[in-house]
């Protein structure tokens, strides 16, 4: 599985497609103009800058991955540059698109959890370095009746899976450990919303990936199932992973 290739997204960007809400668009640009990488801000320009600054006719652009800001932030594929220096990005990239139309897609409903990228052909919802001093305290009851308290990361997360072309019937969506709980609701033949609870103890945590496995058959678009080998539906899968790393 590979994702919808830049060329692609730029061409969209370029041609005025916008695939965000007027809310995120200004959300995005509130976060370029004030970025130290918008070349904008950059007082002391090398000559790679100069030269973009000319071939983009002194639009603002990023110094990082060199797109236009204007063009960029309209596309929901697309994330804050900074991610790819291992900063912490300024905004997330809110939806996967692959290259193939039997593929399913990704929809990220709560982008500021974190940032979603495909890895090695998963989806993967990267919630980069979290602090521990910014986690929810949980108080424990004890034998003892002294309160036990730890520190937990406690998120809830939406999603929509998503098959623009070809009818989906998912059959299963199941977590790897029992802090993640997966919850999934039919909202039409091609999307169904995906609700996940992660509740983490950090304790001793230094990195975490939490794997959410969707099966499903798909079919063809007259309704009927694709068939495998033997002659039955066709199960496929795709995999959802949840992970981060906890800064003490």
């Not at 809310?23 to 976060?31: G, M």
């Not at 929810?136 to 937990?152: A, D, N, S």
């Amino acid at each position: 599985m590979e994702k919808k290739n830049k060329i692609s997204v730029i061409k969209d960007a370029l041609i005025g497609s916008v695939n965000v809400s007027e809310e995120v668009l200004q959300e995005r640009l509130d976060a370029c103009n004030g970025c130290e990488y918008n070349s904008a801000n950059v007082k002391v320009k090398n000559l790679k800058t100069k030269v973009k600054d000319s071939l983009y006719l002194g639009k603002p652009h990023c110094t990082i991955c060199s797109c236009i800001i204007d063009a960029k932030v309209t596309q929901a594929e697309e994330y804050c540059a900074k991610y790819d220096k291992g900063e912490v990005p300024l905004w997330n990239a809110l939806q996967i698109t692959t290259n193939k139309t039997v593929d399913l897609n990704i929809v990220n409903l709560t982008p500021k959890a974190g940032n979603l990228v495909l890895d090695e052909g998963n989806y993967v919802l990267d919630f980069g370095t979290i602090n521990v001093d910014t986690l929810e305290e949980v108080v424990l009851p004890t034998m003892t009746g002294k309160p036990f308290i730890k520190k937990m990361l406690n998120v809830d997360l939406q999603f929509l899976v998503v098959n623009e072309v070809y009818p989906i019937q998912i059959n299963a969506v199941e977590a790897t450990c029992g802090c993640t709980t997966p919850e999934w609701e039919k909202k039409d033949n091609t999307t169904y919303k995906l609700d996940v609870g992660l509740i983490l103890d950090v304790a001793g945590v230094d990195r975490f990936r939490k794997n959410i496995n969707i099966r499903y058959y798909q079919k063809n678009i007259n309704g009927s199932f694709i068939l495998g080998t033997n002659n039955k539906p066709l199960m496929k899968a795709v995999q959802l992973a949840l992970r981060g790393n906890i800064k003490r």
